[in-house]
């Protein structure tokens, strides 16, 4: 069964950092680009950023751009989201998806929710 | 920086027919964006529908079908069910690894 977990999500003070872990399970995480995507309470969906198969591209939507560092490895079928210099807009569960192909993101995690409060 | 726009809501009767559009404040939508469709209901992660304009994604019924109208992506439900009724979000890839969600729609089945 393809899955994907995430975790590491919890309530964080603004301007702290946070690394969020995304398992995959029953497919090789390698194959597949892969992507975070958030959503605010209560608001839409909003990408955030994406990971070639190998690593070796990367990029991020510009409200997380230079602050989020999207990784993976490709050995432990994981990939992560270092988030640095959390905002309060922040706030959201992020999901990790797997790209099947272009814009389409098959399958995603439950989400994981991450809180930036003082 | 780029708006990809949804209508905020719709309504539609048990087994009528509702078609949503995504669109761009700026520009036309075509396939070369390959628009994808996802459909979410309330503490749900989302769940694919359509995929590169009109590729209906595993297990999802025929009632739900993609397509470009015009200057937009649209999905159109036909014969709509009670189950129905959720958030849908049209998801476009801009090119050079960015891709851009609608605002959203959340569709009523009353």
């Known amino acids: 069964q393809v899955q994907l977990v995430e975790s590491g999500g919890g309530v964080v003070q603004p301007g702290r950092s946070l690394r969020l872990s995304c398992a995959a399970s029953g497919f090789t995480l390698s194959s597949s680009p892969m992507h975070w995507v958030r959503q605010a309470p209560g608001k839409g969906l909003e990408w955030v950023a994406v990971i070639s198969h190998d690593g070796s591209n990367k990029y991020y939507a510009d409200s997380v751009k230079g602050r989020f560092t999207i990784s993976r490895d490709n050995s432990k079928n994981t990939l992560y989201l270092q988030m640095n210099s959390l905002r309060v807009e922040d706030t959201a569960v992020y999901y990790c998806?797997?790209?099947?192909?272009?814009?389409?993101?098959?399958?995603w995690g439950q989400g994981t929710l991450v809180t930036v409060s003082s | 920086q780029t708006v990809v726009t949804q209508e905020p809501s719709f309504s539609v009767s048990p087994g009528g027919t509702v078609t949503l559009t995504c669109g761009l404040r700026?520009?036309?939508?075509?396939?070369?964006?390959?628009p994808s469709w996802y459909q979410q209901t309330p503490g749900q992660a989302p769940r694919t529908l359509i995929y590169n304009t009109n590729s209906r994604s595993s297990g999802v019924p025929d009632r739900f079908s993609g397509s470009i109208l015009g200057n937009k992506a649209a999905l159109t439900i036909t014969g709509a069910q009670a189950d129905d009724e959720s958030d849908y979000y049209c998801?476009?890839?801009?090119?050079?690894?960015?891709?851009?969600f609608g605002s959203g729609t959340k569709v009523s089945v009353l």
């Open positions: 998806a797997r790209e099947t192909y272009l814009a389409w993101f098959d399958p």
């Open positions: 998801v476009l890839y801009m090119g050079s690894g960015i891709y851009v």
């Open positions: 700026s520009g036309s939508v075509s396939t070369n964006y390959y």
